[in-house]
T-cell receptor, first 113, second 114 residues
Framework: AQTVTQSQPEMSVQEAETVTLSCTYD???????LFWYKQPPSRQMILVIR??????QNATENRFSVNFQKAAKSFSLKISDSQLGDAAMYFC??????????FGQGTRLTINP | SQTIHQWPATLVQPVGSPLSLECTVE??????LYWYRQAAGRGLQLLFY??????ISSEVPQNLSASRPQDRQFILSSKKLLLSDSGFYLC?????????????FGPGTRLLVL
C-alpha cells in the first residue's frame, strides 16, 4: 500500500521569498506518479505540479518546482517569489498504476506581507 | 474545455435522513470518476471510483454508496446519514496526459449532519 507523509503541518514565508514544503512517500510500485495539489480557502483542490517517477528531470511550472529524490522517496515542492495568493493548504499525493491517489495530511502555508 | 460540477454546495441534514450528492463532468467522454471525503483539517480519503457506467469500486466500508447512471454523472448516496458522515465531499475526474493520468477536482460539497 502507498503512504504519503508531510511532516510540516504549518509553514510560513515572507512575501517574495522562497519556501520548500517536504513530502516523503512509500510505495512498492516501480511505476508511479507524484503530485502537489493546492487547496485555498474555497477548498477546491487545484493541481500545482506533477512528476512521473521514471523521469529523472525535476518538474517545473513557473514559480513552482519539485526536488524529486527517488532513492530517498522524497518529493519536495519549492515555491519561488512567494505571493499572497499562494497561501493555502498544500497536499502531496501519489498514484500507482491503478491511478488511485493517496494524499498526505497537508501543510498549511502562510504568506506574510 | 472540461468542467466539473457538484451540487449542492452546502447541505445540512438530520441524522437518519437520506443523502444524494451529484457530480457531472462536461467536455469529455468516458472519464474515470472519483468520490473523496475530507474531514476537517485532514487529507482526502478515496471513497469510490468508477471507470465506466455502472462500474463502481468501493475503497472503504461505510454508510455510503455510489452510482454512475450516465457516462458523465456520478452520484453519492446514503439511505440513513450518521453524524460521522459530516465532511467535505469532493468529486474528481481524470484524464491521461502522456503517461500520467491526472485527476481534476470539483468545487466540493460541505455536508453537516446534525
Amino acid at each position: 500500500a502507498q503512504t504519503v507523509t508531510q511532516s510540516q503541518p504549518e509553514m510560513s514565508v515572507q512575501e517574495a521569498e522562497t519556501v520548500t514544503l517536504s513530502c516523503t512517500y512509500d510505495t512498492s510500485e516501480s511505476d508511479y506518479y507524484l503530485f502537489w495539489y493546492k487547496q485555498p480557502p474555497s477548498r477546491q483542490m487545484i493541481l500545482v505540479i506533477r512528476q512521473e517517477a521514471y523521469k529523472q528531470q525535476n518538474a517545473t511550472e513557473n514559480r513552482f518546482s519539485v526536488n524529486f529524490q527517488k532513492a530517498a522517496k522524497s518529493f519536495s515542492l519549492k515555491i519561488s517569489d512567494s505571493q499572497l495568493g499562494d497561501a493555502a493548504m498544500y497536499f502531496c499525493a501519489s498514484a500507482d498504476g491503478a491511478q488511485k491517489l493517496v494524499f498526505g495530511q497537508g501543510t498549511r502555508l502562510t504568506i506574510n506581507p | 474545455s472540461q468542467t466539473i460540477h457538484q451540487w449542492p454546495a452546502t447541505l445540512v441534514q438530520p441524522v437518519g435522513s437520506p443523502l444524494s450528492l451529484e457530480c457531472t463532468v462536461e467536455g469529455t467522454s468516458n472519464p474515470n470518476l472519483y468520490w473523496y471525503r475530507q474531514a476537517a483539517g485532514r487529507g482526502l480519503q478515496l471513497l469510490f471510483y468508477s471507470v465506466g457506467i455502472g462500474q463502481i469500486s468501493s475503497e472503504v466500508p461505510q454508510n455510503l454508496s455510489a452510482s454512475r447512471p450516465q457516462d458523465r454523472q456520478f452520484i453519492l448516496s446514503s439511505k440513513k446519514l450518521l453524524l460521522s458522515d459530516s465532511g467535505f465531499y469532493l468529486c474528481a475526474w481524470s484524464i491521461r496526459r502522456g503517461m500520467v493520468e491526472t485527476q481534476y477536482f470539483g468545487p466540493g460539497t460541505r455536508l453537516l449532519v446534525l
